[in-house]
Protein backbone atom coordinates (compact mmCIF):
# COMPACT_ATOMS: atom_id res chain seq x y z
CA UNK A 1 0.00 0.00 0.00
CA UNK A 2 2.45 2.40 -1.36
CA UNK A 3 -0.13 5.23 -2.19
CA UNK A 4 2.15 8.30 -3.07
CA UNK A 5 6.10 7.99 -3.15
CA UNK A 6 8.33 10.79 -3.05
CA UNK A 7 12.00 10.79 -3.51
CA UNK A 8 14.06 11.96 -2.17
CA UNK A 9 13.00 12.85 1.35
CA UNK A 10 16.05 15.05 1.86
CA UNK A 11 18.04 17.63 -0.03
CA UNK A 12 20.70 20.60 0.32
CA UNK A 13 21.26 21.94 -2.58
CA UNK A 14 23.69 25.37 -3.74
CA UNK A 15 22.16 28.57 -5.05
CA UNK A 16 21.72 27.60 -8.45
CA UNK A 17 22.17 24.09 -8.86
CA UNK A 18 19.41 22.32 -10.47
CA UNK A 19 17.30 18.89 -9.50
CA UNK A 20 13.96 17.00 -9.52
CA UNK A 21 11.57 16.21 -7.45
CA UNK A 22 9.84 12.70 -7.99
CA UNK A 23 6.45 11.84 -7.03
CA UNK A 24 4.75 8.54 -7.92
CA UNK A 25 1.55 6.99 -6.97
CA UNK A 26 0.06 3.71 -7.51
CA UNK A 27 -3.73 4.04 -7.09
CA UNK A 28 -4.84 5.15 -10.86
CA UNK A 29 -5.70 8.76 -9.40
CA UNK A 30 -6.14 11.33 -12.41
CA UNK A 31 -5.29 14.08 -10.75
CA UNK A 32 -1.75 15.09 -8.91
CA UNK A 33 -0.36 18.07 -7.21
CA UNK A 34 2.78 19.95 -5.98
CA UNK A 35 2.48 21.76 -2.54
CA UNK A 36 5.07 23.92 -0.91
CA UNK A 37 4.72 24.39 2.62
CA UNK A 38 6.47 27.00 4.72
CA UNK A 39 5.69 28.19 8.10
CA UNK A 40 2.81 30.22 9.05
CA UNK A 41 1.64 29.54 5.47
CA UNK A 42 0.12 26.72 5.24
CA UNK A 43 0.55 24.50 1.83
CA UNK A 44 0.53 26.53 -1.22
CA UNK A 45 0.38 24.72 -4.23
CA UNK A 46 2.67 25.59 -6.86
CA UNK A 47 1.32 23.56 -10.10
CA UNK A 48 -1.44 20.90 -10.67
CA UNK A 49 -1.85 18.25 -13.38
CA UNK A 50 -5.69 17.45 -13.93
CA UNK A 51 -5.18 14.23 -15.77
CA UNK A 52 -2.45 12.61 -17.88
CA UNK A 53 -1.32 15.44 -20.68
CA UNK A 54 -2.38 18.46 -19.25
CA UNK A 55 0.12 20.26 -16.41
CA UNK A 56 -1.78 23.89 -15.33
CA UNK A 57 0.39 26.75 -13.00
CA UNK A 58 -0.80 27.13 -9.39
CA UNK A 59 -0.76 29.70 -6.84
CA UNK A 60 3.08 29.99 -6.63
CA UNK A 61 4.70 28.86 -9.91
CA UNK A 62 7.66 30.69 -10.26
CA UNK A 63 11.31 29.08 -10.09
CA UNK A 64 9.76 25.59 -10.90
CA UNK A 65 8.53 23.38 -13.98
CA UNK A 66 6.49 19.88 -13.95
CA UNK A 67 6.33 16.98 -16.22
CA UNK A 68 3.54 15.14 -15.96
CA UNK A 69 5.40 11.90 -17.45
CA UNK A 70 2.08 9.42 -17.59
CA UNK A 71 -0.58 8.36 -15.23
CA UNK A 72 1.31 7.62 -12.58
CA UNK A 73 4.41 10.05 -12.30
CA UNK A 74 4.36 14.29 -12.22
CA UNK A 75 7.59 15.18 -11.23
CA UNK A 76 8.99 18.89 -10.02
CA UNK A 77 11.76 20.63 -11.56
CA UNK A 78 14.10 23.42 -10.11
CA UNK A 79 16.28 24.91 -12.98
CA UNK A 80 18.47 27.09 -10.85
CA UNK A 81 17.69 26.99 -7.31
CA UNK A 82 17.31 29.90 -4.73
CA UNK A 83 17.37 30.49 -1.49
CA UNK A 84 13.81 31.47 -1.54
CA UNK A 85 12.71 27.73 -2.60
CA UNK A 86 13.66 26.49 0.47
CA UNK A 87 10.68 24.51 1.50
CA UNK A 88 8.89 21.38 2.49
CA UNK A 89 7.33 19.90 -0.56
CA UNK A 90 4.46 17.69 -1.06
CA UNK A 91 2.97 15.75 -3.78
CA UNK A 92 -0.64 14.82 -3.84
CA UNK A 93 -3.14 12.73 -5.89
CA UNK A 94 -6.96 12.38 -6.33
CA UNK A 95 -9.22 10.79 -8.34
CA UNK A 96 -11.36 12.57 -10.22
CA UNK A 97 -14.98 13.30 -8.81
CA UNK A 98 -13.37 11.91 -5.56
CA UNK A 99 -12.57 14.56 -2.82
CA UNK A 100 -9.92 12.46 -1.13
CA UNK A 101 -6.24 13.38 -1.44
CA UNK A 102 -3.45 11.80 -0.45
CA UNK A 103 -0.26 13.08 0.03
CA UNK A 104 3.47 11.79 0.33
CA UNK A 105 5.58 12.22 2.98
CA UNK A 106 7.23 15.28 1.99
CA UNK A 107 10.50 16.41 0.71
CA UNK A 108 12.15 19.11 2.51
CA UNK A 109 14.86 20.73 0.44
CA UNK A 110 17.28 23.71 1.63
CA UNK A 111 18.98 25.98 -0.56
CA UNK A 112 22.15 27.67 0.63
CA UNK B 1 -10.39 33.11 -5.08
CA UNK B 2 -11.04 31.04 -2.80
CA UNK B 3 -9.13 31.77 0.47
CA UNK B 4 -8.94 29.48 4.38
CA UNK B 5 -8.35 31.67 7.12
CA UNK B 6 -7.19 29.96 10.53
CA UNK B 7 -6.98 33.44 12.79
CA UNK B 8 -5.41 31.29 15.71
CA UNK B 9 -1.47 30.09 14.68
CA UNK B 10 -0.96 28.69 17.94
CA UNK B 11 -2.79 27.26 21.31
CA UNK B 12 -1.82 26.02 24.03
CA UNK B 13 -3.38 23.54 26.41
CA UNK B 14 -2.88 21.53 29.34
CA UNK B 15 -4.46 17.78 28.86
CA UNK B 16 -7.80 17.26 29.15
CA UNK B 17 -8.65 20.60 28.34
CA UNK B 18 -11.35 21.29 24.99
CA UNK B 19 -9.70 22.79 22.14
CA UNK B 20 -11.58 24.66 19.13
CA UNK B 21 -10.18 25.52 15.92
CA UNK B 22 -11.17 28.20 13.99
CA UNK B 23 -11.43 27.85 10.64
CA UNK B 24 -13.12 30.53 7.98
CA UNK B 25 -13.51 30.52 4.20
CA UNK B 26 -14.38 32.72 1.49
CA UNK B 27 -15.46 31.14 -2.23
CA UNK B 28 -17.73 31.94 -5.08
CA UNK B 29 -18.70 28.16 -5.95
CA UNK B 30 -22.04 26.62 -4.42
CA UNK B 31 -20.42 23.32 -4.03
CA UNK B 32 -17.52 22.81 -2.57
CA UNK B 33 -16.06 20.76 -0.09
CA UNK B 34 -14.25 21.51 3.48
CA UNK B 35 -11.34 19.29 5.02
CA UNK B 36 -9.43 19.05 8.25
CA UNK B 37 -5.88 17.55 7.99
CA UNK B 38 -3.26 16.88 11.11
CA UNK B 39 0.14 17.39 10.48
CA UNK B 40 1.95 15.65 13.78
CA UNK B 41 5.76 16.43 14.42
CA UNK B 42 6.97 13.48 12.02
CA UNK B 43 5.53 15.64 8.99
CA UNK B 44 2.68 13.90 7.16
CA UNK B 45 -0.59 14.81 6.56
CA UNK B 46 -2.90 13.18 8.33
CA UNK B 47 -6.97 13.05 6.76
CA UNK B 48 -9.37 13.74 9.24
CA UNK B 49 -12.18 14.89 7.43
CA UNK B 50 -14.37 16.34 4.82
CA UNK B 51 -17.36 17.71 4.09
CA UNK B 52 -19.76 19.14 1.30
CA UNK B 53 -21.13 22.14 1.52
CA UNK B 54 -24.72 20.60 0.77
CA UNK B 55 -24.56 18.88 4.28
CA UNK B 56 -24.27 21.34 7.39
CA UNK B 57 -24.95 18.02 9.90
CA UNK B 58 -21.82 18.31 12.59
CA UNK B 59 -20.13 15.13 13.31
CA UNK B 60 -18.37 13.40 16.18
CA UNK B 61 -15.58 11.25 15.82
CA UNK B 62 -14.40 9.69 19.22
CA UNK B 63 -12.70 13.10 20.77
CA UNK B 64 -13.22 15.04 17.76
CA UNK B 65 -16.02 16.71 16.56
CA UNK B 66 -16.58 19.39 13.68
CA UNK B 67 -19.27 22.62 13.45
CA UNK B 68 -19.90 23.55 9.97
CA UNK B 69 -22.01 26.57 9.56
CA UNK B 70 -22.88 27.51 6.13
CA UNK B 71 -24.25 31.52 7.22
CA UNK B 72 -20.77 32.12 8.67
CA UNK B 73 -18.70 30.45 6.27
CA UNK B 74 -17.23 28.69 9.28
CA UNK B 75 -16.29 25.02 9.68
CA UNK B 76 -14.80 24.77 13.29
CA UNK B 77 -12.85 21.87 15.09
CA UNK B 78 -13.08 20.94 18.43
CA UNK B 79 -11.03 18.05 20.41
CA UNK B 80 -12.34 17.26 23.40
CA UNK B 81 -10.68 15.95 26.51
CA UNK B 82 -7.02 17.06 24.68
CA UNK B 83 -4.16 14.11 25.04
CA UNK B 84 -0.11 15.01 24.39
CA UNK B 85 -0.95 13.04 20.86
CA UNK B 86 -3.13 15.54 19.85
CA UNK B 87 0.18 18.55 19.71
CA UNK B 88 0.07 18.35 16.45
CA UNK B 89 -0.36 21.70 13.47
CA UNK B 90 -3.56 20.91 12.16
CA UNK B 91 -4.47 22.48 8.58
CA UNK B 92 -8.41 23.71 7.24
CA UNK B 93 -8.72 23.26 3.55
CA UNK B 94 -11.24 24.04 1.08
CA UNK B 95 -11.48 22.28 -2.54
CA UNK B 96 -12.63 24.00 -5.59
CA UNK B 97 -13.83 22.01 -8.82
CA UNK B 98 -12.50 22.22 -12.25
CA UNK B 99 -13.84 22.21 -15.18
CA UNK B 100 -12.43 19.39 -16.32
CA UNK B 101 -11.54 16.80 -13.74
CA UNK B 102 -9.89 16.93 -10.47
CA UNK B 103 -9.85 19.87 -7.85
CA UNK B 104 -7.51 21.96 -6.26
CA UNK B 105 -6.91 22.31 -2.11
CA UNK B 106 -6.77 25.85 -0.70
CA UNK B 107 -5.31 25.74 2.90
CA UNK B 108 -5.60 28.14 5.46
CA UNK B 109 -2.21 28.96 7.53
CA UNK B 110 -2.16 26.40 10.09
CA UNK B 111 -2.80 26.58 13.95
CA UNK B 112 -0.21 24.95 15.92
CA UNK B 113 -1.89 22.90 19.42
CA UNK B 114 0.52 22.50 21.97
CA UNK B 115 -1.18 20.12 25.09
CA UNK B 116 1.10 19.75 27.98
CA UNK B 117 1.02 17.20 29.94
Known amino acids: NAGVTQTPKFQVLKTGQSMTLQCAQD?????MYWYRQDPGMGLRLIYY???????DKGEVPNGYNVSRLNKREFSLRLESAAPSQTSVYFC???????????FGSGTRLTVV | AQKVTQAQTEISVVEKEDVTLDCVYE???????LFWYKQPPSGELVFLIR??????QNEISGRYSWNFQKSTSSFNFTITASQVVDSAVYFC??????????????FGGGTRVLVKP
Open chain 1, 27 to 31: MNHNS
Open chain 1, 49 to 55: SASEGTT
Open chain 2, 93 to 106: ALSEVFKAAGNKLT
Open chain 2, 27 to 33: TRDTTYY
Open chain 1, 92 to 102: ASSHTGIRVYT
Open chain 2, 51 to 56: RNSFDE
